[in-house]
């Protein structure tokens, strides 16, 4: 099955940044709605929270986020090398968790919110912890 590559996660102090990418090697991340997903610690897969999402570059030009990362973190695309960023500013504690990189399951739009079950592909995941 067709799987995301997330990396870019760390350790870092709250108000610090980090920039996580995601690509793809089964399928054009260009052409997918692409969503970024927190599973904090303890939580299961399902609970699995919506943090970002970008449409498909001939979609609709729906970017969605989570209410507690507006104005912090920031989705992208670099079409030339087919990869999804996540550049994350003012880092919070509660940020704390394992990040994935999933595709919109069927619509090329991100639509208007975050359902774990509209995804899949999804990658192992990385790693952010920041500390207060």
């Known amino acids: 099955q067709a799987q995301t590559v997330e990396s870019g996660g760390g350790s870092v102090q709250a108000g610090g940044s980090l920039r996580l990418s995601c690509t793809a090697d089964d399928f054009t991340v260009n052409w997918r709605a692409m969503g970024w997903f927190r599973q904090a610690p303890n939580q299961a897969r399902e609970e699995r929270e919506g943090v970002a999402c970008i449409s498909a570059t001939d979609g609709d030009g729906l970017i969605l986020y989570s209410d507690d990362v507006k104005g912090r973190f920031t989705i992208s695309r670099d079409e030339s090398k087919d990869t999804v960023y996540l550049q994350m500013d003012d880092l919070r504690p509660e940020d704390t968790g394992t990040y994935y990189c999933?595709?919109?399951?069927?619509?090329?739009?991100?639509?208007?919110?975050?359902?774990?079950?509209?995804?899949?592909?999804w990658g192992q995941g990385t790693q952010v912890t920041v500390s207060s």
């Open positions: 999933a595709k919109k399951h069927v619509s090329s739009s991100c639509g208007t919110y975050f359902y774990f079950y509209g995804y899949d592909s």
